[in-house]
């Protein structure tokens, strides 16, 4: 998955945002704000925030079918613990709790 161009994108846009973020907290505790900095602080992310959701949410769809068929993280029963835990259908529900 990490070869996903899905994954460059979230990677690219987080850094971004947090290399505008830090950068406004440094400037502004030394009493220097530049306007561009404050103001790419507060606009960077109506562009950003989109992307970086959507290359979250496609980097996890293209995982489904690999942690499908690997059962990778998942609890089947029977098992001491008497509990299933299905990870397929969790990131699932994460995928769709991303709309509220």
């Known amino acids: 998955i990490q070869n996903e161009e899905s994954v460059v994108l979230f990677l690219v846009v987080w850094t971004v945002t947090e290399v505008t973020r830090y950068s406004f907290y440094t400037f502004n505790l030394l009493n220097h704000l530049p306007y561009f900095i404050k103001w790419a602080r507060y606009n960077f992310f109506i562009v950003l925030y989109p992307a970086g959701v959507a ?24 098992n001491k613990y008497n509990v299933s ?13 991303y709309v509220p």
Do not use: C, N, W
């Open 55 to 78: 290359g979250e949410l496609l980097t996890i769809y293209a995982a489904l079918p690999y942690v499908k068929k690997t059962g990778m993280f998942s609890l089947r029963l029977p």
């Open 85 to 97: 835990f299905d990870y397929y259908y969790f990131l699932i529900i994460v995928m769709f709790s």
